[in-house]
């Protein structure tokens, strides 16, 4: 089972920047696509950003240019550097992690959630 723990977000002005951290650890041999979500409330929720493992990322196409995410596949942490922010990203930021877990199976998991705010 994979333990995904994440860190970062908070409140922050129009223009702003934040970082939001996600790291996976447990009995797993191999970690494939990270991913961010978003959920507004009483939305669904929405792709924000992914990277492979071997690096190639991926942007929803209003964030493109303002967020930046990255890995260290040392430390299997992923990262999403929000600069720029607007009061429309205030959501609840998920990280998505795949695994090849102990157990010979593949799948996905979701991390707990943060709340990223941006108010003036």
């Known amino acids: 089972q994979v333990q995904i723990v994440q860190s970062g977000g908070g409140l922050v002005q129009p223009g702003g920047s934040l970082t939001l951290s996600c790291a996976a650890s447990?009995?797993?041999?191999?970690?494939?696509?990270m991913a961010w979500y978003r959920q507004f409330p009483g939305k669904q929720r929405e792709f924000v950003a992914s990277?492979?493992?071997?690096?190639?990322?991926n942007y929803m196409d209003s964030v493109k240019g303002r967020f930046t995410i990255s890995r260290d596949n040392t430390k299997n942490t992923m990262y999403l550097q929000m600069n720029s922010l607007k009061p429309e990203d205030t959501a609840v930021y998920y990280c998505?992690?795949?695994?090849?877990?102990?157990?010979?199976?593949?799948?996905?998991?979701w991390g707990p959630g943060t709340q990223v705010t941006v108010a003036s």
């Open positions: 990277v492979s493992s071997s690096g190639t990322t």
């Open positions: 998505n992690v795949e695994v090849y877990g102990a157990d010979h199976s593949r799948y996905a998991d």
């Open positions: 447990g009995r797993v041999f191999r970690i494939y696509d």
